[in-house]
């Protein structure tokens, strides 16, 4: 059964850009969650979709947007990149949804550099 | 919202020794309290969880604990091999999204 995955792996981009992540969910999974991960802040909840709907939000400004296809497959979107923005974006995806079912299945993320 | 304190941050043992991270959380409506490691290079991966209506649960060498009425929980790791060396994260959340601690980055020499 193939893992949780997420393209790219890497990239770099100016401030002022917008990028845009890919995220494929394990089969059959329905939830995907983004988390934003930093050296001094560790893991940092952005948002999750479930059947296509945003369910739940963290505490980023509007710049971060997602959404999710009706295949589960999920995008997320930076818009006006900022220098703070460098970091490695983790994708993970469960069957209904991290607090009820447990457990998260995480990609390997995308590294985003910020110059 | 949640909040999710960790610690420490970082942790060295030597092989053989027990390694105990700690957690607190904010929220008293939280049941779910996950423990993930992240390897190098690799996304979090689920080591063990427990549920608000257990106290304790282990799985060989490693185990957690939960204190309800203190918003704690702690993961013990006995007999400490290298391999268990990795950034350790500890969760906590119910229906909404969990939330993460910032993490303890856990070395074992041997």
Redesign the interface.
């Known amino acids: 059964k193939a893992g949780?995955t997420q393209t790219p792996r890497y990239l770099i981009k100016t401030r002022g850009q917008q990028v845009t992540l890919s995220c494929s969910p394990i089969s059959g999974h329905r939830s995907v969650?983004w988390?934003q991960q930093t050296p001094?802040?560790?893991?940092?909840?952005l948002f999750?979709y479930f059947s296509e709907t945003q369910r739940?939000k963290?505490?980023f400004p509007g710049r971060f947007s997602g959404r999710q296809f009706s295949n589960s497959r999920s995008e997320m979107n930076v818009s006006t990149l900022e220098l703070g923005d460098s970091a490695l974006y983790?994708c993970?995806s469960s069957l209904d949804?991290?607090?009820?079912t447990?457990?998260?299945f995480?990609?390997?993320?995308s590294r985003l550099t910020v110059l | 919202g949640e909040n999710v304190e960790q610690h420490p941050s970082t942790l060295s043992v030597q092989e053989g020794d027990s390694a105990v991270i700690k957690c607190t959380y904010s929220d008293s409506a939280s049941n779910y309290f996950p423990w993930y490691k992240q390897e190098l290079g690799k996304g979090p991966q689920l080591i063990i969880d427990i549920r608000s209506n257990v106290g304790e649960k282990k799985d060989q060498r490693i185990a957690v604990t939960l204190n309800k009425t203190a918003k704690h929980f702690s993961l013990h790791i006995t007999e400490t091999q290298p391999e268990d060396s990795a950034v350790y994260f500890c969760a906590a959340g119910r229906e909404t999204a969990l939330i993460f601690g910032k993490g303890t980055t856990l070395s074992v020499s041997s």
């Open positions: 949780v969650s988390y001094g802040q560790g893991l940092q909840f999750e739940n963290g505490n983790l993970a949804g991290s607090g009820n447990g457990e998260l995480f990609g390997e993320g």
